[in-house]
Structures are given as C-alpha cells and as structure tokens.
C-alpha cells in the first residue's frame, strides 16, 4: 500500500506496521519484500510506503512515532531525517545516512542496514575487498554505504563521477571517518587500468532508460562487477563484463538483505540464509512481472519451444514465480475437447487437431496474468504467433537437443513421433523448426538445467 501524506495523516494502523519514507516514492519493491519476510518469520505486520515530500519530514516523523513501530528512509530523506533522531549508532553516524529507525522506550534511534545489505551480497558472491584495487562510480548515498564498506575492508578505493568536487567530498569523508583509508579521486578518463572491483552506485541504467552505462568499457582486469541497479535485473553497466572472466551482480540481493536486517532491529527476527535465497527468487519473479507490463506493455508470458523443451515444467514455476496463473495449452485442449491428443490425432487426423488448436490460442489469448505453455507446433501457423504476442511476451525455450531427446524417451503422448526411427523423426523436425523457434519468438533462453534455465528467463525480461 501507498499513501500520501493527507492519508497518512488519517491513517489508522490495524496491527503493527512500518512505513517506507521516501519521495518521491516511485514503484517501490520494499512493501512486497516486507511482507514476504513477514510471512517467513510468522509476523502478522503490515508494511506500507509513504510519499513525503521533504518539507513534511518532520511532521511525517512526528506521525510515526505515534503510529508506527519502525520506519525505512530513502531518498532524500536518510541524511535529513537524523537531526530529528534521539541516537544514531556508529555506522550510520560515519556514513551520514540512515536508512532504517526503531522506536524503542520513547526514543527513535537511526540504524543504516544498507552496509549490512552491501556486505552480504559481496560475501554471497566470495568477493573479499582486501588488498583489491576497486573503482566506485558514483558519489551519492549509496556510493557512500558502497565506499565505506570497501574501504573498511581493506580495498584501495578509486572514486569517478562527472562532478569531481562531490567525488572528493566523499572522499574526505572516507578518510575523516574510516582509519587507514586509501582513497583517490580521478576523472573517467584516468581511471587507473588494473581495477579489479567495478562498483557502480549512479542511476545511470535504471528503466526506463536501461541502455545506459557509465562507462563505454571495463577496465581489463576486472573481475566483478557489482550495480547497486535491481531494475533491470542485468543492468548495461553489467552486460559489459565479459562472463568468462567477469562475475556481476545487480542490487537485488543488497536489497533482500538490508530489509532483512531492519525487520531484526525491529523486532529482534532472525532470517535463515535459505529464506533469503527463496525470498529472493520471488522478488525477481515480482519484478519480472512488473516489467512486463511496464517494459514490454505485455500481460502474459507465453513459452514455446520444441516438444520436451521443458515448457510445462519451466511454466507452472515460472506461473508460481511471478504469481500470474499458468494454463498449458495442450492440457487445456484436451480438458475442452474431452479427449486425449494422441486420440484425436488417430480420430480427426493432425489438420483438425492445428484447428482446435488455432481456435483454443485466440480464446487464451483474451486472458489477461497468465503464463501459457504453447504446444510444439503452434507457433508453426502465423496465426497463431500474431494471437498470442497481441498480449504477450513470447519466449522460447532453447534447450539443447540431447536434453529434449532425453526429455522424450519415455513420452507416448507426442503422435507426431510415433515413427518407426523415433530419434530420426525427433532430428528431423527439430532441424525443421529450430529457426521458426528464434524468428517468431521475443527472445530465447539456453540451458539443460530447469533451475538455470528459469533464473535466465526471470531476469531477462
Ligand atoms: C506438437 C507438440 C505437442 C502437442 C502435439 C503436437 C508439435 O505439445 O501439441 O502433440 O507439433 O510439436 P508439446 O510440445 O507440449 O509436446
């Protein structure tokens, strides 16, 4: 839920809730994330987001104290909101930010849980600061949390941005607060050529306007990328690594984390690491959901592919994922004709079996938050393909071929392979429709693994 400031002041909370502050407040993913680690850890709470414009900080906090059991802050309000605290704790006093204020025993105390989020996504990925030499784009508040962490830890810190006067003011803020900090300031064009760590903290990236990158390339020794960005998923600033010798990681899992982390100074819940990870799973889901309608314009995901690719499976996950219903489409041929597809294929012959086909894809195509499982042969009619992107994202599932025969060892249910040279026929059709897969679809995901293959296919939308 999100409010104005008139209706927060009218606001009436049911049972304990926390507020997100920010402004102005956009599609925030925090009150979905609140409430799945609510339900992870048995909290019947409520999570709500606040627009509040800066000038009405003070009297937005005044209402919290009185209503609400905790508050997040982001943008622009985690510098101004601690003049209004009782205490803030050392971290975020150093990083002049807080984003996360218990009230406890009358008093409203400020915490920064970004830099917990910051650090346990670079642990998550096995990436130890120390001695590396490491290069922040990007001078704002979370290049701050960025910085200090790395700093901390031991990393030589190259700061870049367009404005070099705010580089070196982050700078000497690192050096006033953190003992022993390397830090050094250059302009884009001197950065130093062995960086190995690329932080990017800019919004430079972020939907709509996802092509953007801070930089044109990476500097050669880099070996993990890491952008602060979540939407999109896999930022330009990360397409540039190359995936042989560059790990990258977007700021999903920073995300997760930091909320995490303000649900335990609120009230004292601890998050096992696997609760993470499957929360985790879901945000992107959220997220992918959300970007098909607001990138793609699209309500539906539709997955085609080749007999045994992994439609049914990788959709009914997919559906569970992004909490859109899944229908396959066969399933639901069979279910309105009452008859099995191996049947009526022996009883009316293949071209009645397209025609019911044809006709069952325009109906489905009506629908609106679904994930639907095309048959094999469906996007062979042009028809067909025109139905189903009018309102959706049309995927294909490229998996490799010795997977799908394997996929198909045991299947009677495909009459088109009922030949006497089953893995001929499955050779020869595969060969003939590979191409129509790649041309009519949106894009295509490659994996042998289900699990893989899905991850590829949450993030790519
Ligand atoms: C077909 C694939 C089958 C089913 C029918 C025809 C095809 O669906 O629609 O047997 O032409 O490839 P699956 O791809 O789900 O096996």
Known sequence: MLLSMEEFRVFEPKKTTYALFGWPLGHTMSPALHAQLFAASGQDADYIG?????????????????????????IPHKKAVIPLLDEVDAAA???????????????AIG?????????????????????????????????????????????????????????????????????????????RRHIPRDIQLVFNSTPVGMFPRENAAPLHFLPHKTEYVFDAI?????????????????????????????????????????????ACETILRR????????????????????????????????????????????????????????????????????????????????????????????GGGAVLREENVHAVKQTGLLIHLDTPFYRIVKNLSHSVSRPLLNKPDKQAETRRLYNARKAIYHRVSDFSVRSPKISETLEQLVKSI
């Open 111 to 187: 915490y920064n849980t970004d830099i917990l989020g910051v650090a346990e996504s670079l642990k998550r990925d096995g990436i130890t600061p120390r001695g590396k030499k490491a290069l922040l784009l990007g001078y704002g508040g979370a290049a701050s949390v960025i910085a200090h962490y790395c700093v901390s830890q031991g990393a030589h810190l190259t700061i870049t941005g367009r404005d070099m006067d705010k580089a070196a003011a982050l700078q000497k803020q690192l050096c006033d607060t953190v003992p022993g900090a390397q830090v050094s300031v250059f302009s």
């Open 50 to 74: 606040v627009a509040v414009p800066p000038e009405a900080l003070a009297e937005a906090f005044t209402l919290a104290r009185q209503k609400l059991g905790g508050i997040n802050c982001t």
């Open 230 to 274: 979540y939407n999109p998923p896999v930022t330009a600033t990360m397409k540039l690594a190359n995936p042989r010798k560059t790990k990258t990681r977007d700021g999903l899992f920073m995300l997760v984390m930091q909320a995490a982390h303000a649900q335990t100074i609120w009230s004292g819940v601890q998050f096992e690491p696997a």
């Open 283 to 374: 945000t992107y889901g959220q997220l992918a959901a959300k970007r098909l309608h607001d990138k793609h314009g699209k309500q539906n995901i539709v997955l085609c592919g080749f007999m045994g690719s992994g439609k049914t499976t990788i959709g009914r996950k997919l559906a569970r994922l992004t909490g859109l219903q899944f229908i396959d489409a066969d399933q639901y041929l069979e279910e309105r004709e009452g008859k099995k597809i191996p049947d009526i294929f022996a009883e009316r012959g293949e071209a009645y079996f397209r025609d019911r086909e044809s006709a069952y894809i325009r109906e489905l195509s009506q629908r609106s938050g679904i994930v639907l499982s095309l």
């Open 93 to 107: 006093h150093d990083l002049c930010a807080v984003n996360t204020i218990a009230f406890r025993e009358g008093k």
